[in-house]
T-cell receptor, first 112, second 113 residues
């Protein structure tokens, strides 16, 4: 069936360094790719998303890149800060279905 | 601000009990979703609904059912709770057409003993 693989499962970086989380999807009909951040004890919240007609999208310190041919998309966080520490989930959705297939999550720790 | 609320933050039930988890959204969203979240497994879709009285099975529907009698409310039902249904349950809602963003509730941590 359709699935989304996410790596790494845990990631530790020094404050100020960059962090990259990668996802691979299986359904070639997927056309929407959101990233959610979940802080400890809180609900997941959308931080950035990208549609299949765009290769890259940036919002301040975070960016997402998409390679449709390879079915890969990645989250890039630059100049990491302690408040970036959280679990990050990628997901893929197919046009018209509105349902997500989530990756298994990445626990990011930013060390001060 | 979109508000998605869930009836309980923590719930403890016994094996075999019937369990109702309620989710309410106040933004007139058409789409509503129930997920369970387990460590190392991410969020897995149980059921979803695109409209009142409409439901679709997600990836792990076994042991669950849902009800959507009103647009703002989506209920998840465990007909006979089992210990392997101990988990965090998250509800989400979203608008259609064309907008894929989902807004999540705070979650219900269910323990079945």
């Amino acid at each position: 069936g359709e699935n989304v693989e996410q790596h790494p499962s845990t990631l530790s970086v020094q404050e100020g360094d960059s962090a990259v989380i990668k996802c691979t999807y299986s359904d070639s009909a997927s056309n929407y790719f959101p990233w959610y951040k979940q802080e400890l004890g809180k609900r997941p919240q959308l931080i950035i998303d990208i549609r299949s007609n765009v290769g890259e999208k940036k919002d301040q310190r975070i960016a997402v890149t998409l390679n449709k041919t390879a079915k890969h998309f990645s989250l890039h966080i630059t100049e990491t800060q302690p408040e970036d520490s959280a679990v990050y989930f990628c997901a893929a959705a197919t046009s018209g279905t509105y349902k997500y297939i989530f990756g298994t999550g990445t626990r990011l720790k930013v060390l001060a | 601000d979109v508000k998605v609320t869930q009836s309980s933050r923590y719930l403890v039930k016994r094996t075999g009990e019937k369990v109702f988890l309620e989710c309410v959204q106040d933004m007139d969203h058409e789409n509503m979703f129930w997920y369970r979240q387990d460590p190392g497994l991410g969020l897995r879709l149980i059921y979803f609904s695109y409209d009142v009285k409409m439901k679709e099975k997600g990836d792990i529907p076994e042991g669950y059912s849902v009800s959507r009698e009103k647009k703002e409310r989506f209920s998840l039902i465990l007909e006979s709770a089992s210990t392997n249904q101990t988990s965090m349950y998250l509800c989400a809602s979203g608008r259609s057409p064309g907008n894929y963003e989902q807004y999540f509730g705070p979650g219900t941590r269910l323990t079945v003993t």
